[in-house]
Nanobody
Framework: QVQLVESGGGLVQTGDSLRLSCAAS????????MGWFRQAPGKEREFVAA????????FYADSVKGRFTISRDNAQHTVYLQMNSLKPEDTAVYYC???????????????WGQGTQVTVSS
């Protein structure tokens, strides 16, 4: 089992950057693929990015491709989401999640963090 805790959210302006972190407990972290999802007010939760257990494969939603970068440090049991050139439409609660295999569907992820709020002002 894996427990996930996100951090790094906040209030920023359009064009700013933020780095989200997701710290995982448990010795099996390196065996899980990790993903980031987000949920804006009044909308369904959506896929943002995912990384394979080794970090060798990454996937992104079209809306963030070229602006966001997912990475992981297995020694530190942490996955990151570097967010650059932020836009107001990036405003959402961001969640990290763990899955057996790298996937883009929410239902494929078994473990979830509590989320961290990102607000981008115009």
């Amino acid at each position: 089992q894996v427990q996930l805790v996100e951090s790094g959210g906040g209030l920023v302006q359009t064009g700013d950057s933020l780095r989200l972190s997701c710290a995982a407990s448990g010795s099996t972290f390196s065996s899980y693929a990790m993903g980031w999802f987000r949920q804006a007010p009044g909308k369904e939760r959506e896929f943002v990015a995912a990384v394979s257990w080794s970090g060798g494969s990454t996937f992104y939603a079209d809306s963030v491709k070229g602006r966001f970068t997912i990475s992981r440090d297995n020694a530190q049991h942490t996955v990151y989401l570097q967010m650059n050139s932020l836009k107001p439409e990036d405003t959402a609660v961001y969640y990290c999640a763990a899955a057996d295999l790298v996937r883009t569907r929410e239902t494929d992820y078994d473990y979830w963090g509590q989320g961290t709020q990102v607000t981008v002002s115009s």
